[in-house]
């Protein structure tokens, strides 16, 4: 065991830590967040089949498609499957791969299963922030960039852009999320009424 690894080890066991994906499911609805963490009630499984569907996809692709990347994006090296723990974030996580790009900077890819529509963009985006924001902390070199890969769709690479407005608006998700895990606090529900029509909370929360 290297250093890092002990100390991603000490990390973990004494900080509370969130992982992205439980950051998707507050962007999708604060809620969740509370039924899973403080009143222990799991949800269905979709959304996680879908991180795991994504992992298999990425697997294969791995195998098949080794130089995909490196032409169309620049890419000089990657690390793949980059597990990642930040004390100061709070966060921790397993980033498909952490691109070196051509001109020094560094930038998270991360596979879905999903199909692209903005909306999904918009929340893997936010995932894709704190990676970035892992990978700045670890590697100590800036990230200005991530891509996502809807590989659902033949491979469609939509390119993040960071800015600094990214970057506070994922740190005050986080906060929000351990006023949830740690305070108890009862969120307000999605904004979006259509999420609750299929939602597996919805018998028991308060509409
Ligand atoms: S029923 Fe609606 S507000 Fe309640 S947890 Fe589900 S999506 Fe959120």
Same mark, same amino acid.
């Given at each position: 065991?290297d250093?890092?690894?002990?100390?991603?080890?000490i990390?973990t066991?004494?900080?509370?830590?969130i992982?992205?994906?439980e950051?998707?499911?507050?962007?999708f609805?604060p809620?969740?967040?509370?039924?899973?963490n403080?009143?222990?009630?799991?949800?269905?499984?979709?959304?996680?089949?879908?991180?795991?569907?994504g992992?298999?996809?990425?697997e294969?692709?791995?195998k098949?498609?080794?130089?995909?990347?490196?032409?169309?994006?620049g #890419?000089?090296?990657?690390?793949?499957a980059?597990?990642l723990a930040?004390?100061?974030l &709070? /966060?921790?996580? +397993? @980033?498909?791969?952490v691109l070196?790009?051509?001109?020094?900077?560094l930038?998270?890819?991360?596979?879905?299963?999903?199909?692209?529509?903005?909306?999904?963009f918009?929340?893997?985006?936010?995932?894709?922030?704190?990676?970035?924001m892992l990978?700045?902390?670890?590697y100590?070199?800036p990230?200005?960039?991530?891509?996502?890969?809807?590989?659902?769709?033949g491979s469609? #690479?939509?390119?993040?852009?960071y800015?600094?407005r990214?970057?506070?608006?994922?740190? &005050? /998700?986080?906060? +929000? @999320?351990?006023?949830?895990?740690?305070?108890g606090?009862?969120?307000?529900?999605t904004?979006?009424?259509n999420r609750?029509?299929?939602?597996c909370?919805r018998?028991?929360?308060?509409q």
């Open positions: 065991m250093w890092t690894e002990w100390e991603l080890e990390d066991e004494t900080t509370a830590m992982t992205p994906s950051v998707i499911e507050y962007v609805c809620r969740y967040i509370y039924f899973m403080c009143l222990n009630i799991p949800q269905h499984e979709e959304l996680r089949y879908k991180v795991l569907k992992r298999e996809l990425h294969r692709r791995e098949t498609n080794v130089d995909y990347l490196r032409k169309k994006l #890419v000089i090296k990657k690390d793949v980059v597990y930040s004390k100061t &709070r /966060v921790r996580g +397993e @980033i498909d791969e070196h790009l051509s001109d020094g900077t930038a998270p890819l991360d596979y879905k299963f999903t199909e692209f529509t903005e909306y999904i918009q929340t893997h985006k936010v995932q894709s922030t704190l990676y970035a990978i700045m902390e670890s100590k070199k990230v200005t960039r991530g891509y996502i890969c809807y590989a659902k769709e469609k #690479v939509k390119e993040v852009l800015t600094e990214d970057f506070n608006q994922a740190k &005050r /998700v986080i906060s +929000e @999320i351990f006023d949830i895990i740690i305070k606090f009862f969120p307000k529900k904004r979006w009424q609750c029509i299929d939602c909370y018998n028991i929360c308060v």
